[in-house]
């Protein structure tokens, strides 16, 4: 398999080594949600981690499901709930082949397609598409983090660069709306950011 293992995130988080984590939640989500962009409904968030954004979305009256592939991620994100006395369902699994036994109204997407290998990236959109039911709307935050070694070919990461052009690609209209950019930015404290873009599923 192409990218990361699973040993490889649970080393990481393991050994608390988890430069891509903010330590609280992503300011873009914040924004969606203050706007009302993003009002209570059910909402998957995949990759979760820690469990910032599933703290979040869960003390503002989502319906919320998580999953992640590392154990020690969803133990983490399981405490974080614990400690404000909030619900939410976190389930250890790979993105690449859960399947839910409904559809979302949401998906927010943060950290699950940059964490994976870039020959992943075609499952994963075909699993996106597959848990947002039709009218339903992703919200990605893309991540912009271009390495020295892309100019020649090299696929490096993670997390890996979702050029904006290869995300068009990927996530293809009629099957996805694409809104017209500039798309909102999202500093992270590692130098690279993020753009948020929402994505209505086709019917």
């Known amino acids: 398999?192409?990218?990361?293992?699973?040993?490889?995130?649970?080393?990481?988080?393991?050994?608390?080594?988890?430069?891509?984590?903010?330590?609280?939640?992503?300011?873009?989500?914040?924004?969606?949600?203050?706007?009302?962009?993003?009002?209570?409904?059910?909402?998957?968030v995949p990759g979760c981690g820690s469990g910032h954004e599933v703290a979040y979305l869960a003390a503002?009256?989502?319906?919320?499901?998580?999953?992640?592939?590392?154990?020690?991620?969803?133990?983490?994100?399981q405490a974080r709930l614990a400690q404000q006395g909030l619900p939410a369902r976190i389930e250890t699994a790979d993105a690449l082949q859960w399947q839910p036994a409904a559809a979302f109204d949401a998906v927010y997407e943060q950290t699950c397609l940059c964490a994976l290998h870039p020959d992943q990236w075609q499952r994963y959109a075909t699993q996106l598409h597959g848990w947002i039911?039709?009218?339903?709307?992703?919200?990605?935050?893309?991540?912009?983090?271009?390495?020295?070694g892309g100019a020649d070919g090299f696929v490096e990461g993670p997390p890996y660069h979702c050029d904006m052009n290869a995300m068009r690609a990927l996530f293809r209209e009629p099957a996805w709306t694409w809104p017209k950019p500039p798309y909102p930015r999202s500093d992270h404290p590692r130098g690279i950011y993020e753009l948020g873009v929402v994505l209505p599923r086709s019917a």
């Open 1 to 44: 398999m192409s990218g990361p293992t699973l040993d490889f995130w649970r080393e990481k988080f393991q050994a608390g080594d988890t430069p891509w984590d903010r330590g609280e939640v992503n300011p873009q989500l914040m924004r969606w949600v203050e706007a009302g962009t993003l009002a209570p409904c059910r909402v998957l």
């Open 60 to 77: 503002r009256g989502f319906d919320v499901t998580a999953i992640d592939y590392a154990p020690e991620a969803v133990r983490l994100a």
């Open 133 to 148: 039911r039709p009218e339903g709307r992703l919200f990605a935050l893309f991540m912009q983090a271009p390495r020295p």
